[in-house]
């Protein structure tokens, strides 16, 4: 039992380079999140999914896609990268509603010059 | 509209002195509080769940209570090792959201 895992640790883009953000999970949960976190910004929420096939929209989506082809894992897009997304990218993923540890993934930090 | 709000932004206390971190929120269909702790450079550690107006969860010297419309992170006599940043969660049931508080950055100093 992994938990969480994140692929890659650390990247460098150059503007207008696309990348994809690999998250897994092996503890058949069912929600997964996407979250980037920026000094004095908290946590904010890209894009989530409730179950294997569907995806939604957070609070900061612009710039990012997703998918949910399997249910352990949770992809994050970056088609065309820019300076502002320059973050810390963290995924995280819980069983189902009232089932409550919530486990995170350790980040991916992105820098795009 | 969802929202979440911490505060303060930022504790000092000393070593031993009790105190309480504030979490304010609007959710359609509160399905769970999450209060986490996080490290400089890592990702949040899970603390606890709480689900209903007046549950209590304790560990070690922290204490995490839930109102209608707030919980309450209690630390009593905190010890340096308890510096971190705390962040609050709420989940809607609606919608699935998992929406985060800005944090409380606790600094213990001996």
């Known amino acids: 039992n992994a938990g969480v895992t994140q692929t890659p640790k650390f990247r460098v883009l150059k503007t207008g380079q696309s990348m994809t953000l690999l998250c897994a999970q092996d503890m058949n949960h069912e929600y997964m999140y996407w979250y980037r976190q920026d000094p004095g910004m908290g946590l904010r929420l890209i894009h989530y999914?409730?179950?294997?096939?569907?995806?939604a929209k957070g609070e900061v989506p612009d710039g990012y896609n997703v998918s949910r082809l399997k249910k352990q894992n949770f992809l994050l897009g970056l088609e065309s990268a820019a300076p502002s997304q320059t973050s810390v990218y963290f995924c995280?993923?819980?069983?189902?509603?009232?089932?409550?540890?919530?486990?995170f993934g350790p980040g991916t930090r992105l820098l795009v010059l | 509209e969802d929202q979440v709000t911490q505060s303060p932004e930022a504790l000092r206390l000393q070593e031993g002195e009790s105190s309480s971190l504030n979490c304010s929120y609007t959710v359609s269909g509160l399905r769970g509080l999450f209060w986490y702790r996080q490290d400089p450079g890592k990702g949040p550690e899970f603390l606890f769940t709480?689900?209903?107006a007046g549950e209590e969860k304790e560990k070690e010297r922290l204490k995490a209570t839930l109102t209608k419309k707030e919980s309450f992170l209690h630390i009593t006599a905190p010890k340096p090792e308890d510096s971190a940043t705390y962040l609050c969660a709420v989940l809607s049931g609606n919608t699935g959201k998992l929406i985060f508080g800005q944090g409380t950055t606790l600094q213990v100093k001996p």
């Open positions: 995280a993923s819980i069983r189902t509603p009232g089932q409550g540890t919530q486990y």
């Open positions: 709480l689900y209903s």
């Open positions: 999914s409730v179950g294997e096939g569907t995806t």
